[in-house]
């Protein structure tokens, strides 16, 4: 590993150098070999603050040196640095790109356009599902599928993008050795061997709650655009939606029924002036016409499994909203006995999908 790599991977281990004091320290020295050289006084200078200054007077080579022993290790792992070409242009563009970005899987598809598609980690099987259909639209279409490899919508969009043949990204909020959350192991896999797992912080880092906001940013500035499906008024997915507008990307959102709180966060981004999504073609009419290479090509809606009455009359009842039991009994004048053996049936089909709350929901569009 070239010199200049190794004293990268130990200054971005400095505490307090994130992305605005390493960039105070390239203009005042002109690369981390010169800012590890540098004396106190100099130090001093830019007012950094005890521990930073202390961390860059002493570096931890040895973690440093563990972190190039990652980099060198088995599969495709590469480091990109902000400076150097390689680096993807449109996150560089943004306010506070990481200097630093730990990838593995191909890093050429950092530069491919692409779109986040963003939401609940409780998402209904409604929003799973929509956030698949969108990804591998926005795959037929050429464009990548950036998430964060969370569950609930994340994970849909980025097997949606995979299933389709496409390319994902998937932003991390841990170190590049970590697999979080631990049930995404094979899709984590899956996403490095068809696109990117990419992040800013080094090997060993932990999952901590302060890592994702930050992960957000570069979500976002990957991107040309942010879909948010289902996000409540506190998601952590409005706060991509607003670094998205920050940054002067689009900014998409999925609305739904007003009794649903999964929907506020995207009642207000539509109130704030973000597209309305029902399609994918809504987020590709956005874009640069330059962008797609191709149609979408959608495959044909698979027609509904035969139903009997009761079925049919239930699936009417249901409409486009979660239903508590007792509602959907009052609505269809079933007994509590036969809806409930009709509601088993229908989850077997795919047409309804049981969600928190004792509520059901319409699966699969009608027709």
């Not at 990109?80 to 990481?98: F, K, T, V």
């Not at 995404?184 to 994702?212: C, D, K, M, Q, T």
């Not at 570069?218 to 942010?226: D, E, M, P, Q, W």
Request: proline share 8%.
């Amino acid at each position: 590993m070239d010199d200049e790599t190794l004293h990268a991977l130990a200054l971005a281990r400095v505490p307090g150098v994130g992305p605005r004091t390493w960039s105070r320290l390239m203009t005042a020295f002109g690369g981390p070999v010169a800012a590890l050289g540098a004396g106190r006084s100099a130090l001093r200078s830019l007012g950094l603050g005890a521990a930073t200054e202390a961390g860059i007077l002493a570096p931890d080579w040895s973690a440093a040196r563990a972190d190039a022993q990652w980099l060198a290790g088995p599969g495709a792992r590469h480091l990109l640095h902000l400076a150097q070409s390689g680096y993807p242009q449109r996150l560089a563009e943004i306010p506070d790109p990481p200097p630093l970005l730990f990838v593995n899987g191909d890093p050429t598809t950092l530069h491919q356009p692409q779109v986040a598609i963003v939401g609940s980690r409780h998402a209904t099987a409604a929003g799973r599902d929509l956030a698949h259909d969108l990804a591998a639209g926005l795959a037929r279409a050429g464009i990548a599928t950036t998430s964060g490899l969370a569950t609930g919508i994340d994970a849909a969009a980025h097997r949606g993008a995979l299933e389709a043949g496409g390319t994902t990204l998937a932003v991390i909020g841990t170190g590049p050795d970590r697999v979080y959350p631990t049930r995404h192991r094979r899709l984590h896999a899956e996403i490095a061997a068809a696109g990117a797992v990419l992040g800013e912080l080094p090997p060993g880092s932990a999952p901590l709650a302060a890592h994702f906001p930050r992960r957000n940013r570069i979500v976002s500035g990957l991107s040309l655009g942010v879909v948010v499906i289902q996000a409540g008024r506190h998601s952590g997915s409005l706060i991509t939606a607003r670094l998205a507008a920050e940054q002067g990307r689009e900014v998409f959102a999925v609305p739904g029924s007003i009794h649903d709180p999964l929907a506020r966060g995207c009642h207000a981004l539509l109130r704030e002036g973000a597209k309305l999504v029902e399609s994918v073609d809504d987020i590709l009419e956005e874009l640069p016409a330059t962008v797609a290479s191709g149609p979408v090509n959608a495959p044909p809606d698979a027609p509904l499994p035969a139903m009997d009455p009761d079925e049919a009359r239930l699936l009417e009842a249901l409409g486009h909203d979660p239903l508590p039991l007792d509602t959907l009994q009052q609505r269809s004048g079933l007994t509590l006995d036969r809806l409930s053996s009709i509601l088993l049936a229908m989850e077997l089909k795919g047409l309804v999908a049981a969600i928190p709350g004792g509520r059901y929901q319409r699966r699969r569009p009608e027709g």
